[in-house]
């Protein structure tokens, strides 16, 4: 079973760079099977794509998020990043990781929460 | 942007019951994309159902989804004490590439 943790900061500046990381166990990121996804949840609210990245380097953004986001792969550590920049209080949510194919993901992390706060 | 809208908002049922989830697509969304998670407080959301009717690995088989045209259902045959959840439907759109989510119903305990 493929096993997704992620970690970062659990505070951010307005204005600033959320930088998260998704380490990927019982699996490799270079699996050309999968797609490597991050997904958010503000608080108390529903879920929202952000961006997803296939091992060959292909990306997909959220059109509402796409200036201001990136994904990148680590094939040495086996994990994969998230970057968001600037932030603002409306980027406050638990960040998860996920991987999966056929437009589904069957594996998620457990979450992390970011609050944008000065 | 293909909205989907879940309904109802909320959903109080006892454990032994039949719950029925609605998922209405704004637009036209193929079966092969739309997809049933579950979560529960604290965890991350559990793959249910993939393909509009396909159970995930490891599903239970009281887990069923269904569509009519524009119109996907998730249905839990007789609820189990473990069921009571949030669940989200979720759809990929090809041009351009994304994935929007329900709002979410949440099942309760009556």
């Known amino acids: 079973q493929v096993q997704l943790q992620e970690s970062g900061p659990g505070l951010v500046k307005p204005s600033e760079t959320l930088s998260l990381t998704c380490a990927v166990s019982k699996d490799s990121v270079t699996n050309t099977t999968n797609w490597w996804t991050w997904v958010r949840q503000a608080p108390g609210k529903g879920l929202e794509w952000i961006a997803e990245?296939?091992?060959?380097?292909?990306?997909n953004y959220n059109p509402s998020l796409k200036s201001r986001v990136s994904m990148s792969l680590d094939k040495s550590k086996n994990q994969f990043s998230l970057s968001l920049t600037p932030v603002t209080a409306a980027d406050t949510a638990i960040y998860y990781c996920a991987g999966g194919n056929n437009y589904v993901w069957g594996q998620w992390g457990q979450g992390t929460l970011v609050t944008v706060s000065s | 942007e293909t909205v989907l809208t879940q309904s109802p908002a909320t959903l109080s049922l006892s454990p032994g019951e039949r719950a029925t989830l609605s998922c209405r697509a704004s637009q036209s969304v193929s079966s092969t994309y739309l997809a049933w998670y579950q979560q529960k407080p604290g965890q991350g959301p559990r793959l249910l159902i993939y393909g509009a009717s396909s159970r995930a690995t490891g599903i239970p088989d009281r887990f069923s989804g269904s569509v009519s045209g524009a119109d996907f259902t998730l249905t839990i045959s007789r609820l189990e004490p473990e069921d009571f959840a949030v669940y989200f439907c979720q759809q990929y759109t090809k041009s351009p590439p994304g994935y929007t989510f329900g709002q979410g119903t949440k099942l309760e305990i009556k």
């Open positions: 990245m296939h091992p060959s380097g292909s990306t």
